[in-house]
Nanobody, 116 residues
Framework: QVQLVESGGGLVQPGGSLRLSCAAS????????MGWYRQPPGQQRELVAR????????YYPDSVKGRFLISRDNAKNTVYLQMNSLKPEDTAVYYC?????????WGQGTQVTVSS
């Protein structure tokens, strides 16, 4: 059974930083590309970062490019998201999953709130 547990969210002021972590179990982590997704209030979930199986290839949409950094540690079955220069529009629940996502494996997510 796949389990994805996100952590590291919180309340931060605009311009601040947070580092999210996602611990995976129940899958052979190293064979999957992984993604970080977010769902702002009242909106659909969207991909904000993607990393290849070995970590050499990454993708970011324009909305977070240059501010977010995804990384992974296959020995620890963990994927990270470093978020810098946070903006109020980054407020959302953040999730990790494989890319493409396993629809039955979404975790609880971690809330990120950017507000002064």
């Amino acid at each position: 059974q796949v389990q994805l547990v996100e952590s590291g969210g919180g309340l931060v002021q605009p311009g601040g930083s947070l580092r999210l972590s996602c611990a995976a179990s129940g899958i052979t982590f190293s064979i999957y590309a992984m993604g970080w997704y977010r769902q702002p209030p009242g909106q659909q979930r969207e991909l904000v970062a993607r990393i290849s199986r070995g970590g050499s290839n990454v993708y970011y949409p324009d909305s977070v490019k240059g501010r977010f950094l995804i990384s992974r540690d296959n020995a620890k079955n963990t994927v990270y998201l470093q978020m810098n220069s946070l903006k109020p529009e980054d407020t959302a629940v953040y999730y990790c999953n494989t890319d493409p996502p396993k629809e039955y494996s979404w975790g609880q997510g971690t809330q990120v709130t950017v507000s002064s």
